[in-house]
């Protein structure tokens, strides 16, 4: 089983990769992959013409549509987003559009946008609240390319800061509870109670 270790970036191909790859089109022999599985670095798959190979990339970004893969000999495969089932947003204006794009994109969503709609794996709270803002949804099956700033590559940094903003504000509310604390011991208020007066106040009112 062939293992493919290194990606290609398809501006730098050489005219015999190159070659190799239009070989491969025109007898249709791609690896078709879903987008859960273009986000791992590591999974077995199987070609159009149901070859086995695996894959082994340094964790990067997700393997987008078209993207080249290289093994160790040399061999070459060209990777291709697969249908898969999504849900369509489309509205009478734009303007509804960019509404339903802001408020999936507050929720982290991956999102590929296109002119006239949007699309997202299958939730349906989100579409309950797609629903309320006026947009319609259906069900349709389609590659998947979300925008890489909203979504692994530059969303993997994207969700950490997420979740760094999640700790400092739990260490905000860990903070307010320790105020708390203090002035639950009562007893020790003049050791206390005169640095903090303000703060005392502030949390009685």
């Not at 239009?22 to 791992?40: A, G, S």
């Not at 040399?74 to 849900?87: D, H, R, T, Y």
């Not at 979504?151 to 903003?165: D, L």
Request: cysteine-free; proline content about 3%.
């Amino acid at each position: 089983m062939n293992i493919y270790t290194q990606r290609l970036d398809q501006s730098t191909l050489s005219a015999e990769q190159q070659a190799i790859i239009d070989r491969q089109k025109q007898v249709e022999n791609f690896l078709y992959l879903d987008f859960d599985t273009r986000q791992r670095s590591r999974f077995k798959a199987e070609t159009q013409h149901q070859e086995t190979i695996g894959v082994d990339l340094p964790r990067t970004e997700t393997i987008k549509n078209g993207s080249v893969l290289a093994d160790h000999q040399g061999n070459l495969i060209q990777i291709m987003a697969a249908n898969q089932a999504l849900i369509e947003v489309t509205s009478d204006n734009g303007f509804d559009l960019m509404k339903g794009a802001y408020h999936l994109g507050n929720r982290h969503v991956p999102l590929m946008i296109t002119p006239k709609a949007l699309y997202f794996e299958p939730d349906h709270v989100l579409e309950a609240m797609l629903h309320q803002l006026g947009l319609h949804t259906q069900a349709v099956q389609a590659p998947f390319e979300p925008e890489t700033g909203a979504y692994k590559g530059e969303h993997g940094g994207h969700s950490h800061s997420h979740s760094h903003n999640r700790d400092h504000s739990h260490s905000h509310s860990h903070s307010h509870s320790h105020s708390h604390s203090h002035e639950h011991s009562g007893n020790h208020q003049h050791n206390h109670s005169d640095a903090h007066s303000h703060n005392h106040e502030h949390t009685h009112d």
